[in-house]
Nanobody, 118 residues
């Protein structure tokens, strides 16, 4: 499977913004739909956003629509998540993964922690 390193998380006040990155190595992500997922303490991974292999189509969870934007740069083997108007309920570990018909394809990496204070 393709290795991923997520970065860009941190502590931010409610209403603030962060930009997450997911850099892949050991293979190319260009042929995969890619997604961002998040896991809050004690909960399962939750879908956040996905992007088609060519970047032409995106989809979002209702909870983040209008606030988050997913993008990708296949030349850099990297996907991004621009997050704005952050809320305390966005606090979670954010991870990227390839997205198949039945959900995430690869094992989970370490992700990047996002903490939003009220």
């Amino acid at each position: 499977q393709v290795q991923r390193v997520e970065s860009g998380g941190g502590l931010v006040q409610a209403g603030g913004s962060l930009r997450l990155s997911c850099a892949a190595s050991g293979g190319t992500i260009s042929s995969y739909s890619m997604g961002w997922y998040r896991q809050a303490p004690g909960k399962e991974h939750e879908f956040v956003a996905a992007i088609h292999p060519n970047g032409g189509s995106t989809r979002y969870a209702d909870s983040v629509k209008g606030r988050f934007t997913i993008s990708r740069d296949n030349a850099k083997n990297t996907i991004y998540l621009q997050m704005s108007s952050l809320k305390p309920e966005d606090t979670a570990i954010y991870s990227c993964n390839a997205r198949g018909l039945s959900g995430p394809i690869w094992d989970w990496g370490q992700g990047t922690q996002v903490t939003v204070s009220s």
